[in-house]
């Protein structure tokens, strides 16, 4: 991906396609962010603590954490450990006391030792992401606090425009404060590796790739020349800090693998719906004035449609995912979990991260909750692909194909792709 200055992260930097563009209104009719009802899955909980159908027990080391994860269903061995302080509770984080990070399809969970909150981030299927957090002192009925005040970093360019997820690699000082004169990087599926994880552990096996993970820029001279002694190949992370006080010791290569492709799709899938509604509402108003059938769209509102979608199935389908070079092995039971959750998440780990090159989130809730007539397109636009010729297509094998098709077909949101 392309190096940012870490400004131009915070602010909307100017990216290809859907990351170029700007950020879009959240006060839209047809969005409204702030005033729309959510049922993402921390909205979710709060309602069955406020029924009194569930409890959360504060732990005396951890606090809610364990509690909230169990609550959300996110597995322990999610964790991954970020050092660099480039988030919310930023002046608690430091190379000694990381930040840790905890996912599932749809839930982020962040968490500090000594922190005050524990944060979460929750897809919403209409929505986007929504941003809560949770004081870390005993109460007997704990509140999910909404906090929107957080898209001042999560709905920039570097989130595609849209209430999102953002994995960041920069170049840290031994403090864990970024350089910020080096800039950094947005990462997923496609940044080559060593571009990736910088400000981040990473415990796993790659074999001789290298990644900016583990380590620090020590040189205020030469912010980009990272000290990579001892960085690569790490398995245990007790030297760095005090991994006793997590709830796991590893921060696996694999979960940050996931992570990063979850991100960037999560934020495809909010702005193509986005752009989607934003399109049809305009359309809906234009046929009224114009006094044409209610069901007109017009070939702008067509364009709108077909090339946020069009950018969507290209990372669906991983047609320009980096190849791994050498086998990747995690360092936790991560892998062996996510793989057991159904097909589509069967690792590869080999030459990619996936066996059959179509993201998993297809088969979620925030997908299937796509309009209609981004459904529609995203399905033409994939069957083309499968019969494509184009260069930028061939890494599809036929084995490839036909998987990717047979996989299309069993989709509640198919239709013409249905035998």
Known sequence: MRRLTLAALGAGALLAGLSGSYVLPLDHEAIQYEHTPVTDAAWQLQQRLDRGETKLRFDPEWGYLPAVLDALHVSRASQVVVFSKTSLQAPRISPRNPRAVYFNDTVSVGWVPTGEVVEIAAQDPKQGVIFYTLDQVEVA???????????????????????????????????????????????????????????????????????MGNAFARDRERPTSLDTENTQNVLDLKSRFDTGTFLAGTSDVVALMVLEHQAHMTNLITRVGF??????????????????????????????????????????????????????????????????????????????????????????????????????????????????????YARLSAEDRRNIRNRIVTQPWAHSAKP
């Not at 069967?346 to 179509?358: E, S």
């Not at 529609?376 to 499968?386: D, Y």
Request: glycine content about 6%; overall charge positive.
């Open 275 to 392: 752009e989607t509604r934003m399109a049809l509402h305009s359309q809906e108003l234009m046929n009224r004035l114009l006094k044409e059938p209610a069901d007109t769209v017009s070939e702008s509102t067509e364009r709108r449609i077909r090339s946020a979608a069009e950018e969507l199935v290209d990372y669906l389908l991983f047609v320009e995912e980096t190849p791994l070079t050498a086998p990747i092995q995690g360092a936790s039971s991560f892998a062996a979990e996510f793989a057991a959750q159904g097909r589509l998440r069967q690792f590869d780990l080999r030459t990619r991260l996936f066996k059959i090159p179509v993201s998993y989130m297809m088969e979620g809730q925030a997908f299937r909750a796509l309009p209609p007539a981004a459904l529609a397109r995203i399905e033409r636009r994939i069957l083309q692909v499968l019969e494509s010729v184009e260069p930028k």
């Open 141 to 211: 009925r704990p509140r999910f606090k909404r906090r929107d005040d957080c898209l001042q970093c999560h709905a920039t360019g570097a989130t595609l425009g849209v209430p999102g997820l953002v994995v960041r690699s920069i170049y840290p000082e031994p403090s864990g404060m970024p350089f910020f004169q080096a800039g950094g990087f947005v990462t997923d599926h496609r940044s080559p590796l060593k571009e990736r994880w910088g400000g981040w552990y990473v415990t796993g096996k790659h074999g001789d790739q290298r990644h």
